[in-house]
């Protein structure tokens, strides 16, 4: 969209339109990760899970007593907490996490794995990898693996400081 009569200025400025070469990077982002997360998400429907099911299984694992307060556990999977709630009210009734209460702060709750859910991310990680490789990393060479997460690590931390 350019130069459209009837701009309204942001910030009192008029828009900064984005150049051919910004346009087809921003939507080439954009597809990449879309079409990339359909695609694992897919894959991880087989095993019965989603793609938010298996981020919260992950955390979980690599948390000490896997297990994490929930509000921690929102903020690693950039979730509200209205949402993560929800979310375990499923994996709760897949039998994949628990909740138990803080003992220090009656008003926290801890998600936990359950043996289940360990089991589960113990049988899904090698596969999920596996496709992990396949649709990304061995498309890429090492070179523009390590520009490729140069180039998003300024995006991260600028929204990382926005939170």
Same mark, same amino acid.
């Given at each position: 969209?350019?130069?459209?009569?009837?701009?309204?200025?942001?910030?009192?400025?008029?828009?900064?339109?984005l150049?051919? $070469?910004?346009? @087809?990077?921003?939507?080439? /982002?954009l597809?990449?990760?879309?079409?990339?997360?359909?695609?694992?998400? *897919? #894959?991880?429907?087989?095993?019965?899970?989603?793609?938010?099911?298996?981020?919260?299984?992950?955390?979980l694992?690599?948390?000490?007593g896997?297990?994490?307060?929930?509000?921690?556990?929102?903020?690693?999977t $950039?979730?509200? @907490?209205?949402?993560?709630? /929800?979310?375990?009210?499923?994996?709760?009734?897949?039998?994949?996490?628990? *909740? #138990?209460?803080?003992?220090?702060?009656?008003?926290?709750?801890?998600?936990?794995?359950?043996e289940?859910?360990?089991?589960?991310?113990?049988?899904?990680?090698?596969?999920?990898?596996?496709?992990?490789?396949?649709?990304?990393?061995?498309?890429?060479?090492?070179?523009?693996?390590r520009?490729?997460a140069?180039?998003?690590?300024?995006?991260?931390?600028?929204l990382?400081?926005?939170?």
């Amino acid at each position: 969209m350019r130069g459209q009569s009837g701009e309204r200025p942001v910030n009192g400025e008029a828009p900064r339109w984005l150049t051919s $070469i910004e346009q @087809r990077a921003w939507r080439t /982002h954009l597809a990449a990760h879309k079409l990339l997360e359909h695609r694992l998400d *897919r #894959e991880l429907q087989t095993f019965g899970l989603s793609l938010n099911d298996y981020e919260i299984l992950v955390n979980l694992s690599e948390s000490p007593g896997h297990r994490m307060r929930m509000s921690d556990l929102a903020d690693a999977t $950039i979730q509200s @907490r209205s949402r993560l709630s /929800h979310q375990i009210s499923r994996m709760e009734a897949a039998d994949l996490v628990a *909740r #138990e209460t803080c003992p220090d702060d009656r008003r926290g709750t801890f998600a936990v794995l359950t043996e289940h859910g360990w089991a589960t991310i113990q049988k899904v990680a090698p596969e999920h990898v596996a496709g992990v490789r396949r649709h990304f990393i061995d498309l890429l060479t090492d070179d523009q693996l390590r520009e490729l997460a140069a180039a998003y690590d300024p995006v991260v931390d600028h929204l990382k400081n926005l939170r």
